[in-house]
């Protein structure tokens, strides 16, 4: 009955919005900014432009409003626009999604050369993991690895959408989840060591 209810003061609000109620602009703004700064955040891991995205995308958001037709919820819509917010400034950062035959790790890997079978060096079980502990790791990622992990493990896409998203190859974008997703439990096991 309580998420009726919340579900029916959304729509409630984004018809008002429709209508152009500053007040009903303010209380969206309210109910979603916290998440979707979170969002924006773990795509551009820097506070600022975090939030400068996030005013950005509510803006959009408000000034497309009337393009919002119910097919989704409006928190899945407004997610979209604020990761293709987010998105768009790493762009602007220059950050480029090589090909697979063109990433360079340290070694000189290829496609062929990567075993899909192989076992990974750690137990993912024995790592205890806390939310600020994979968080300071994740910041600790190339932003490559760091955007693909969030988008595929947080915000719940798939390799094909994170391909059309970063204008990259669906493989590009597994190979990217599975080396940072790689680099990522190195993090958090050097990091318990220390």
């Not at 409630?12 to 979170?38: F, H, I, P, S, T």
């Not at 806390?130 to 896409?157: I, P, T």
């Given at each position: 009955?309580?998420?009726?209810?919340?579900?029916?003061?959304?729509?409630?609000?984004?018809?008002?919005?429709?209508l152009?109620?500053?007040?009903?602009?303010?209380?969206?703004?309210?109910?979603?900014?916290?998440?979707?700064?979170?969002v924006?955040?773990?795509?551009?891991?820097?506070a600022?432009?975090?939030?400068?995205?996030?005013?950005?995308?509510?803006?959009?958001?408000?000034?497309?409003?009337?393009?919002?037709?119910?097919?989704?919820?409006?928190?899945?819509?407004?997610?979209?626009?604020?990761?293709?917010?987010?998105?768009?400034?790493?762009?602007?950062?220059?950050v480029?999604?090589?090909?697979?035959?063109?990433?360079r790790?340290?070694?000189?890997?290829?496609?062929?050369?990567?075993?899909?079978?192989?076992?990974?060096?750690?137990?993912?079980?024995?790592?205890?993991?806390?939310?600020?502990?994979?968080?300071?790791?994740?910041?600790?990622?190339?932003?490559?690895?760091r955007v693909?992990?969030?988008?595929?493990?947080?915000?719940?896409?798939?390799?094909?959408?994170?391909?059309?998203?970063?204008n990259?190859?669906?493989?590009?974008?597994?190979?990217?989840f599975?080396?940072?997703?790689?680099?990522?439990?190195?993090?958090?096991a050097?990091?318990?060591?220390?």
């Amino acid at each position: 009955m309580e998420t009726k209810l919340y579900i029916d003061r959304t729509v409630d609000l984004v018809e008002r919005c429709k209508l152009g109620e500053r007040k009903a602009q303010y209380d969206l703004y309210r109910q979603y900014a916290k998440a979707m700064y979170n969002v924006s955040l773990r795509i551009l891991n820097h506070a600022a432009e975090a939030e400068d995205s996030l005013q950005e995308a509510f803006l959009d958001a408000f000034n497309h409003i009337h393009s919002f037709r119910g097919q989704s919820t409006f928190g899945a819509w407004l997610k979209q626009i604020v990761v293709n917010r987010a998105i768009n400034h790493l762009r602007s950062r220059r950050v480029e999604f090589v090909e697979l035959d063109t990433t360079r790790t340290g070694t000189d890997e290829s496609a062929e050369s990567l075993d899909w079978a192989s076992p990974e060096p750690y137990d993912e079980t024995e790592i205890n993991f806390d939310v600020e502990r994979v968080r300071k790791a994740m910041q600790q990622l190339s932003e490559g690895y760091r955007v693909v992990l969030s988008l595929y493990l947080f915000e719940g896409y798939d390799h094909e959408e994170i391909g059309q998203i970063l204008n990259i190859s669906e493989t590009t974008s597994r190979t990217q989840f599975m080396r940072g997703r790689k680099r990522l439990l190195t993090v958090l096991a050097t990091n318990e060591q220390d």
